[in-house]
């Protein structure tokens, strides 16, 4: 399968506990993203970045949330001092982007979905 | 009592017939405007797009038309098939930033065999 994957798929985690989402972009892509979905709602825009660089970050991305692709490839999203309210599914897509200024299709991943007890 | 969700809007269908899922949107800046649909477990999938100087498009089965007047959007989905039951997302991009899609609310379909 050589679409984006994410890992883990599922994460119960404690409040106050640190989780390391992982995403793994089709391998051309050079644009990653990531999204999150809370039940009933469409996908809020986190962040995303274009090879190793993170070039827009929403005002979602609290300073509990980190994002790095330190070498282009595969990107992980860390929440520190989870909150109930960061229960949702996080997902990640990715792009090729040809160096024009239009929108680019995004291939989405399967989603982690992340529950803070 | 605590929220566990909103209700999506619904739309049932019976096998063969067509369905349209309608769109309202807010951003008369917005430059494109994209169709997904997401199955239970699954992350979104492209359907199709439109570009804000364009008012219809076609696609295999399906066709999503652009109001810009009144900031519409729909897709119809010809002779809808038990595999088009998902959730359905309208989404546009802002001009100012093609890669940041905004999604809208889902809409839930649902196909009667």
């Known amino acids: 399968d050589t679409g984006v994957s994410q890992d883990p798929r599922h994460k119960i985690t404690k409040r106050g506990q640190n989780v390391t989402f992982r995403c793994d972009p089709i391998?051309?892509?050079?644009?990653l993203y990531w999204y999150r979905q809370t039940l009933g709602q469409g996908p809020e825009f986190l962040t995303y970045?274009?090879?190793?660089?993170?070039?827009?970050k929403s005002r979602l991305l609290s300073d509990r949330f980190s994002a790095e692709r330190p070498k282009g490839s595969f990107s992980t999203l860390e929440i520190q001092r989870t909150e109930q309210g960061d229960s949702a599914m996080y997902l990640c897509?990715?792009?090729?982007?040809?160096?024009?200024?239009?929108?680019?299709?995004?291939?989405f991943g399967p989603g982690t979905r992340l529950t803070v007890l | 009592g605590e929220s566990v969700g909103l209700h999506l809007p619904t739309l049932s269908v019976q096998e063969g017939d067509n369905s349209i899922i309608n769109c309202a949107y807010s951003?008369?800046?917005?430059?494109?405007f994209i169709w997904y649909k997401q199955e239970s477990g699954k992350g979104p999938q492209f359907i199709i797009d439109?570009?804000?100087?364009?008012d219809k498009r076609q696609g295999q089965r399906v066709t999503v038309l652009l109001n810009k007047t009144v900031k519409h959007l729909s897709l119809q989905i010809a002779a809808t098939q038990p595999g088009d039951s998902a959730v359905y997302f309208c989404?546009?991009?802002?001009?100012?930033?093609?890669?940041?899609?905004?999604f809208g609310p889902g809409t839930s379909l649902s196909v009667i065999p």
């Open positions: 897509a990715s792009s090729l982007w040809a160096g024009d200024v239009s929108y680019n299709e995004q291939f």
């Open positions: 970045f274009q090879n190793e660089a993170q070039l827009e």
């Open positions: 439109i570009r804000s100087n364009m």
């Open positions: 391998s051309e892509h050079n644009r």
């Open positions: 989404a546009e991009t802002p001009k100012t930033s093609y890669d940041k899609v905004i």
């Open positions: 951003n008369s800046a917005s430059d494109y």
